[in-house]
């Protein structure tokens, strides 16, 4: 079975740009969670997707932001990028809401320069 | 939330038994104990979960404490891929919080 992917794997981009990640669930998983490992700090909850509605979203600017397509893989935009921007994007998802069983991605390694 | 206490750092020896302790004393009634684990540069695995008796599988178990304040995943027989940053949250199930995960515990396995 193939696991959560994303992609790319590595984004350079310049401060003001903007930035897309984009996440494939497990096959069957309906929500995907997104969040944020900026260098020497933990994993920070960025939002949730469930059934193609946004659940939840952690304390991050309205510049994140992100969506969940029909086929449940997800998108997440950074706009007018800055250099604290810079980090690990992690990509989650589980079977169901009520399954707080999270499978991560590999990440997506974004450099603002 | 409630929030968890990790040291930063362990070491262990390999082969031996690693314990990584984790507090979480404002944890509620509802909410379970997860423990993820990050190797370097990569997504991080779930290994165990738990709402209050001590749980096992094939990656580790995890001890509870009566009070459930206080918790320990035990890795027992580490191995040098046992290397890697391991957080302890606190959720509850159904429906997702705005969790942070915290920094971890870096755990060195030596040989």
């Known amino acids: 079975e193939a696991g959560v992917t994303q992609s790319p794997t590595h984004l350079i981009k310049t401060r003001g740009q903007q930035a897309t990640l984009r996440c494939s669930p497990i096959?069957?998983?309906?929500?995907v969670y997104w969040y944020q490992q900026a260098l020497g700090l933990g994993l920070q909850f960025l939002l949730w997707?469930?059934?193609?509605?946004?659940?939840n979203r952690g304390n991050f600017p309205p510049r994140f932001s992100g969506r969940q397509f029909p086929n449940y893989s997800s998108e997440l935009n950074v706009n007018a990028l800055e250099l604290e921007d810079s980090a690990l994007y992690l990509c989650?998802?589980?079977?169901?809401?009520?399954?707080?069983?999270?499978?991560f991605g590999p990440g997506t390694r974004l450099t603002v320069t | 939330d409630a929030k968890t206490t990790q040291p930063p750092s362990m070491d262990c020896a390999e082969g031996r038994a690693a314990n990584l302790p984790c507090n979480h004393s404002?944890?509620?009634?509802?909410?379970?104990v997860y423990w993820y684990r990050q190797i370097h540069s990569q997504g991080p695995q779930y290994i165990i979960h738990?709402?209050?008796n001590n749980e096992t599988n094939e990656m580790a178990s995890l001890i509870i404490t009566e009070d459930r304040k206080s918790s320990t995943l035990i890795l027992p027989h580490a191995t040098l891929r046992d290397t890697a940053v391991y957080y302890c949250?606190?959720?509850?199930?159904?429906?997702?919080?705005?969790?942070?995960f915290g920094t971890g515990t870096k755990l060195q396995v030596i040989p």
């Open positions: 096959s069957g998983h309906t929500s």
């Open positions: 989650a998802s589980s079977p169901w809401t009520g399954n707080n069983e999270q499978y």
């Open positions: 997707y469930d059934e193609g509605e946004e659940r």
């Open positions: 738990g709402l209050k």
């Open positions: 404002t944890i509620s009634g509802n909410e379970y």
């Open positions: 949250i606190v959720r509850s199930r159904g429906g997702y919080q705005k969790v942070t």
